[in-house]
């Protein structure tokens, strides 16, 4: 729980203090139980106190004043991988605008590429624990580690180094700490790629009580040459391996009471079929590499034909033939859409005269892949579901994966998308002008 936000909140609506003060002390006590009925007082008075000083604020420069949009995260869909997430994405990128990056957030690639010196890219790129696993330490670990690798060998490049940056609430539990490095360890040993640094704080300090965990692990990697999201060219076969999914797949199995599932995300096949690839030197002659995760094959779909300006052609037959068969079932059962979730399958897009071996490499090491679609001329996405051709665009919200996730729906009107857009559109233009007005002092300052 946010105290502090919830001190803010009331005092906008404008009550009493004392009806504040009661309230809190309420909620601190059914979390804090051995807190003495004088430290709630002292503890309810201080955070009352410092929530007053914020809110009072007022900066003509706007610098100290935080950007408000009205547009709330969860109702815009800002981390559920859909249209809204998407949207939001597109927008870092503008506002961060050209930074003289090979590759940089405008590419809507998950890394970013710079060049050094000696003629090789520096591939750097940081994961999000899954926000659902915390209560799952070392799977919350093992994931993102996993995932952050993903992200630097779909470049073309060779990680070699990880970073982690572990959050705990002010209760949670010490062994949570070393539980989440152990999954992240796990895949560092099995990769070869050292767990270098971190940094371990609690979330929001005082400020947030509960047991709640959150956190990220970031990785560096080389490449002599990149792979992007921006060349798939007319022509080109596109290629799947088996997914089993990872955190996304994972918190599906445990919220839906499906255990054994889990098991069959614990792999590190799509990492080792990469290392393969690079170490083969096919990677020369692939136009995209990607991994199947925000808001599935259908986010990945729309984003590569957006910045490639192609058509993507899938099958749907024979993408479901690559999902790990396990994993598919739990998904039907409870009517979740598989082309909407994180698979974490590899997406190869290449020459056709590439694919006999590429699928030859990936054998050779145990891993399925097989052609699903290829690439045309004209733009977006679509899939060919019982010999007809459809519409393939991802939708506001990645598939419904968990009963809260259902209760809160994953649609939202066109009419609604827009008017939150052009709310964020002015945030992000607030946020050009914070910045412009930054450097103008910050070069005050140096003359």
């Given amino acids: 729980m946010d105290i502090e936000g919830f001190v803010k909140r009331n005092l906008r609506r404008g009550r009493a203090d004392s009806a504040i003060i009661a309230d809190l002390r309420a909620r601190i006590s059914e979390i804090k139980t051995d807190m003495s009925p004088a430290a709630l007082d002292r503890l309810a008075a201080a955070v009352l106190e410092e929530a007053k000083r914020t809110l009072a604020i007022k900066d003509e420069d706007e610098l100290l004043v935080a950007i408000e949009s009205g547009v709330r995260m969860g109702e815009f869909g800002v981390g559920s991988r859909g249209a809204g997430d998407f949207y939001v994405h597109q927008k870092i990128g503008e506002l961060i605008g050209s930074t003289g990056a090979v590759v940089d957030s405008a590419s809507l690639s998950d890394s970013g590429v710079v060049n050094v010196p000696a003629h090789k890219f520096i591939v750097v790129t940081v994961d999000g624990m899954h926000s659902r696993l915390s209560d799952f330490p070392f799977l919350a670990g093992f994931h993102v580690a996993r995932a952050a690798l993903r992200d630097v060998y779909v470049m073309g490049a060779t990680p070699v180094a990880m970073f982690s940056d572990i959050h705990v609430a002010d209760d949670g539990d010490v062994g949570k700490i ?122 990945d779909a729309h984003e590569i034909a957006k910045v490639s300006a192609v058509k ?67 733009e977006g996405a679509e899939i060919v579901v ?46 050009r002008r914070k910045r412009e007005r930054m450097k103008a002092i910050l070069n005050g300052v140096q003359r």
């Fill in 312 to 378: 993507l052609v899938f099958h749907e037959d024979r993408i479901r033939a690559m999902v790990n068969p396990v994993v598919i079932e739990m998904l039907e059962r409870y009517g979740i859409d598989y082309l909407g979730v994180s698979l974490d399958s590899l997406l190869v897009i290449c020459p056709e005269a590439q694919v006999k071996a590429i699928k030859r490499v990936m054998n050779a090491h145990d891993i399925r892949i097989d052609e699903i679609g290829v690439v045309e001329e004209g």
């Fill in 386 to 431: 019982d010999g007809r051709r459809e519409e393939f665009r991802p939708k506001f919200r990645e598939a419904a994966y968990t009963p809260v996730k259902q209760a809160v729906g994953e649609h939202i009107t066109e009419e609604e998308f827009e008017t939150m857009k052009r709310r964020v559109d002015i945030a992000v233009e607030m946020a």
């Fill in 178 to 299: 070393f539980d989440h490095i152990a999954g992240i360890s796990a895949v560092s040993d099995a990769t070869g790629v050292p767990l270098v640094t971190g940094s371990t704080l609690r979330i929001g300090g005082d400020m947030v009580i509960g047991e709640r965990m959150t956190g990220c692990v970031g990785a560096v990697g080389i490449a002599d040459e990149l792979v992007t999201r921006t060349e798939a060219c007319i022509g080109d076969v596109i290629l799947m391996t088996e997914g089993a999914g990872g955190g996304t797949i994972s918190t599906t199995a445990l919220y839906n009471g499906e255990y054994e599932v889990v098991k069959e995300t614990l792999n590190v096949k799509f990492l080792v079929g990469c290392k393969a690839l690079i170490e083969s030197g096919l990677v020369a002659g692939i136009h995209v590499m990607t991994d199947i995760t925000n808001g599935g094959i259908r986010g």
